[in-house]
Each structure stands twice: as structure tokens, then as C-alpha cells.
């Protein structure tokens, strides 16, 4: 299996742009995971997904942060508009059984907003 | 006070040594993650474990559930176990702030 894949692996974009960063889970893995990684912060939980459903986003900063699963095999993390305190690395990652079950993870997209 | 804590916060150790990482929280947990992330990045899963010890290789981690501590343990170090090794609590998916291991020839 090829695991997590996330892309674009890196992303710069200006101010007030759109971002979106996009992620396939592993095959079979019935969840899926958000996070965001900062210096200051360490690892954050944004959202997570069973069965292409949102079950937890209270980790999403505000309103300028979106995310979808329109299907088991695809999902999208948005922000618009993006701000320069959004950089970060932003993984995704994937279990078979939510919470409970290992999580693996993505490579990341390192975002730098300008 | 912070949910998770991770003592030491840096940890650099000779080529051989044996090392200590520990994790304490102070929620109720069923299941606590050891993950690793490595200069470059990428995060990978170490171990998840609700009870007891596990050991895979030169890593040990073992868990106390209703002392609310864990402690992940590397024998005979090398320099490429030198990462950043991260405690997640289950259920609640909160991270600790990590340790930093290096680890010098």
C-alpha cells in the first residue's frame, strides 16, 4: 500500500489566497484525521472523519478553515483566506477504527503564507 | 497545567546508551500512542499500547493506565534513532510536546 498520500508537499502562497490541501487515506481505513503542526504549538487535532463523516472539528481555528470528505478515498483541508499565521505543517492521517485504532500518518504540506 | 507532559524536553546521549522518554497526562485514557518524527518531518507510529509492555526492536514502551504515565525505552542507541518522540493520548487525540533525542557517535 502506498500509505497516506497528501499533496502539494509544499505550498507558498500570499496572503488572502485560497489554499487547499488535499489528502488519500489508506484503503480500508474508515477514518481521517487533520492536524496542524507549529513550532509553538506542537501537533493540534483540526478535524477527523468517520466513515466520511465530521465527527470532531472543534480543533478548527475559525471559519476560514474548511474540510471535506466527499469520499472514503479523498478529502480536502481549505482555507480561505489564508493568513500568514497559518504556516505550518498541516498531516493528515488515517486509522481503521477512529480514535481507537493506529494512526498513520501522511508527509505533511509545509504551508508558508506570505 | 497542560494535559500531556513529556519529560526531558531535549535528551542528547552517547551512542550506546540506554534512554528514557517519559509521558505523563492527567485524563483518562484507554490507549496512549508513542509516535516518532524525524528531521525531515514525517511522523511515524511507534506503538500503541493500553496496558503493560511492548517491544519491537531496540524500543520498549510501557504503560501504567492508573498512574497516567508511560515510558518509552531505546537500548543500545544509535545515531538514527535521533528524532523527536511524541506521547498522543487515545480518545481524546492530544499530543504531548514532544522530546527531542539526539543521539552522537
Known amino acids: 500500500d502506498a500509505g497516506v498520500i497528501q499533496s502539494p508537499r509544499h505550498e507558498v502562497t500570499e496572503m488572502g489566497q485560497e489554499v487547499t490541501l488535499r489528502c488519500k487515506p489508506i484503503?480500508?481505513?474508515?477514518?481521517l484525521f487533520w492536524y496542524r503542526q507549529t513550532m509553538m504549538r506542537g501537533l493540534e487535532l483540526l478535524i477527523y472523519?468517520?466513515?466520511?463523516?465530521?465527527?470532531?472539528d472543534s480543533g478548527m481555528p475559525e471559519d476560514r478553515f474548511s474540510a471535506k470528505m466527499p469520499n472514503a478515498s479523498f478529502s480536502t483541508l481549505k482555507i480561505q483566506p489564508s493568513e500568514p499565521r497559518d504556516s505550518a505543517v498541516y498531516f493528515c492521517?488515517?486509522?481503521?477504527?477512529?480514535?481507537?485504532?493506529?494512526?498513520?500518518f501522511g508527509p505533511g504540506t509545509r504551508l508558508t503564507v506570505t | 497545567k497542560n494535559e500531556v507532559e513529556q519529560s526531558p524536553q531535549n535528551l542528547t546521549a552517547q551512542e550506546g546508551e540506554f534512554i528514557t522518554i517519559n509521558c505523563s497526562y492527567s485524563?483518562?485514557?484507554?490507549?496512549l500512542h508513542w509516535l516518532q518524527q524525524h528531521p525531515g518531518g514525517g511522523i511515524v507510529s511507534l506503538f500503541m499500547?493500553?496496558?503493560g509492555k511492548k517491544k519491537h526492536g531496540r524500543l520498549i514502551a510501557t504503560i501504567n493506565i492508573q498512574e497516567k504515565h508511560s515510558s518509552l525505552h531505546i537500548t543500545a542507541s544509535h545515531p538514527r534513532d535521533s528524532a523527536v518522540y511524541i506521547c498522543?493520548?487515545?480518545?481524546?487525540?492530544?499530543f504531548g510536546p514532544g522530546t527531542s533525542l539526539s543521539v552522537i557517535p
Open positions: 485524563v483518562g485514557i484507554s490507549a
Open positions: 484503503s480500508g481505513h474508515n477514518s
Open positions: 499500547l493500553s496496558s
Open positions: 498522543a493520548l487515545h480518545d481524546k487525540v492530544i
Open positions: 492521517a488515517s486509522s481503521v477504527r477512529g480514535t481507537a485504532g493506529e494512526q498513520y
Open positions: 472523519f468517520n466513515n466520511n463523516v465530521p465527527i470532531d
